[in-house]
């Protein structure tokens, strides 16, 4: 769950990026975070994993009230969700599995735990033939969703994906999404920061746009169809 | 930390030495240089000491008796000797002794004194052991008032002079070896710098999949340890060697000027030397890594 009560954030160069934002994001929710860029998305996203501290307000995320976090709790609090990254930020010089599995590596997980688990995220993103590639020899949306899979590894209540079809083509990008639906279908919350008008529009979900650091709109929760 | 990390961390270790193994000789390099400049100051300050006490511990005066000595003089200084309750008991060496003595240790050599053709340079002199030690200095400045006596030798001034050695080797050495640990630590914290920079891409995903800064500072920590290992290692190795050859070289000079045997302060110079140079690799790696994970690139986003 995340919840902004008047938050604001300014950068000390004196750009306000957020003003005063309020909104609530239950658990197992699929939102579309969207706005241009420069709107605070990226301000927004980087609050919320807390690589950023709002200068007014109060948040919490996943049961942490952001006021109160500590240092040392940050890495716990971040346990609780997975990041996808426009640019897949996946490592070279490993394989499929072991970026993964790097991810789980990690947070102190025992080998046996994490080759079960990799195996099975890999499968749902379809991509259990590919875990002794190098990322280098997939495409983008292969790619992707192998960062997808690093994201869901440590099994987290939230999904946040940074404009993850940023880097790849349109009909990948529509697969990107169904799979995200997929995944929150199955409980996880997911939250797609985009851009993509055209790509939100083919699914019906709840949209907040952002603009000028403000929530301009915000179509309010929707149950998902049948027919995505 | 769980023991399943521990293999992964420290595999990841010696991997990134690996990778970097440039800067990690450099490290190595200086923290060699600096170990074997310790190990040889107190290679040098333990043998001093170790002398100074073995004259310490002896109970001899050499005393010289003015040239051209008759019979006369001769049996006045015996006279004094008798008269003084701390003598144990007098070597008398004669001047034909002392020459003697003086050709058979310069072997061949030894022909040199003939030039001195019948003329002998050497004064006779008298061995003196005194009986309590504690007042060897009162019982010196008797036997320098004695007139026939042209010098009497002290041990003190000899192991005055050691001692000042000693010191000045300590005190330069204290700076020297301070200042290049310095320098050891500098190279290493940027050996470990670039290690870091190298792997932020898995910096940054450690921190978005909620790695803590503890288990992220490990693999730097175990390469600056093992840089420090390695260090250790390599020097007590030189320095055994060079040290068996200065032990030689001074065995040969004279034989009974012997060096500490190598092998009785072995063991406490490997522990010194590694737990040393293990110890100023983990500092600098720290280091290191602190300052990074402090700064913006310690984050998920603001890295690449």
């Known amino acids: 769950m995340i919840e902004f009560r008047g938050v604001t954030k300014t950068y000390p160069n004196g750009t306000t990026a957020l003003k005063d934002v309020n909104l609530t994001i239950e658990d197992g929710e699929f939102v579309f975070i969207v706005g241009s860029s420069g709107a605070g998305k990226s ?3 980087k609050l919320i994993i807390r690589e950023e501290v709002a200068n007014a307000g109060k948040i919490l995320v996943n049961g942490y009230d952001f006021s109160t976090l500590k240092r040392r709790d940050i890495p716990y609090m971040r346990r609780t969700m997975g990041i996808v990254f426009q640019d897949f930020r996946l490592i070279p010089k490993m394989s499929v599995f072991d970026n993964v599995a790097f991810a789980m590596r990690v947070t102190g997980a025992p080998p046996r735990q994490i080759r079960k688990r990799v195996s099975k995220v890999l499968a749902l993103v379809g991509l259990s033939h590919k875990a002794r590639c190098m990322p280098g020899e997939l495409s983008g949306g292969e790619q992707q969703r192998v960062g997808l899979a690093r994201a869901m590894v440590n099994n987290p209540k939230m999904i946040v994906a940074d404009e993850p079809t940023g880097n790849i083509d349109p009909e990948r990008s529509f697969e990107m999404v169904k799979l995200l639906s997929e995944i929150n279908r199955r409980g996880t919350t997911v939250l797609m920061v985009t851009h993509e008008m055209s790509l939100v529009e083919r699914f019906d979900r709840r949209v907040i746009q952002i603009d000028e650091g403000s929530v301009i709109s915000d179509t309010g929760v929707k149950e998902p169809h049948e027919d995505e | 930390m ?5 293999g992964y961390l420290i595999r990841e270790g010696f991997r990134s030495l690996w990778t970097n193994r440039n800067m990690a000789l450099a490290s190595i390099g200086v923290l060699l240089s600096c170990l074997m400049l310790l190990g ?18 002896q109970n001899i005066v050499m005393v010289y008796l003015k040239s051209g000595t008759t019979q006369a003089d001769i049996d006045v200084v015996e006279e004094a000797f008798s008269r003084m309750d701390n003598i144990a008991e007098t070597k008398f060496i004669s001047k034909e002794e002392a020459l003697e003595t003086q050709k058979k240790a310069l072997g061949e050599d030894g022909d040199l004194f003939d030039s001195y053709q019948g003329e002998n340079p050497f004064p006779d002199a008298y061995q ?24 009497v030798t002290e041990r003190t001034e000899e192991a005055q002079t050691m001692l000042s050695v000693r010191n000045t080797v300590s005190v ?12 050891a630590l500098f190279i290493i914290s940027n ?6 920079y190298e792997r932020r891409l898995e910096v940054s995903i450690m921190k978005s999949v909620g790695a803590t800064n503890g288990f992220i500072t490990m693999p730097f920590l175990i390469e600056g340890m093992l840089i420090g290992l390695i260090a250790g290692l390599l020097s007590t190795g030189i ?16 034989a009974f000027a012997t060096l500490i045997p190598f092998s009785n302060v072995g063991w406490l110079v490997l522990l010194c030397f590694i ?7 983990a500092l600098g790696s720290f280091i290191s890594v602190q300052r990074y994970l402090r700064t913006n690139g310690g984050g998920v986003y603001n890295v690449l």
């Open chain 2, 239 to 254: 320095l055994w060697y060079v040290y068996g050859l200065a032990a030689d070289g001074i065995f040969k000079m004279s």
């Open chain 2, 40 to 57: 040889s100051a107190v290679l040098v300050v333990l043998n001093i000491n170790q002398a100074v006490g073995w004259m310490e511990s």
């Open chain 2, 128 to 151: 003196v052991s005194v009986k309590d030690v504690e007042r060897y200095t009162e019982t010196a400045e008797e036997l320098r008032r004695i007139s026939q006596i042209e010098k």
């Open chain 2, 172 to 183: 330069v050495s204290f700076w020297v070896i301070g200042l290049l640990i310095l320098v």
């Open chain 2, 275 to 281: 737990g040393i140079g293990m110890a100023a690799g």
């Open chain 2, 2 to 6: 769980k023991t399943s990390s521990l």
């Open chain 1, 43 to 45: 301000t927004f996203l």
């Open chain 2, 191 to 196: 050996t470990i710098k670039i290690t870091i």
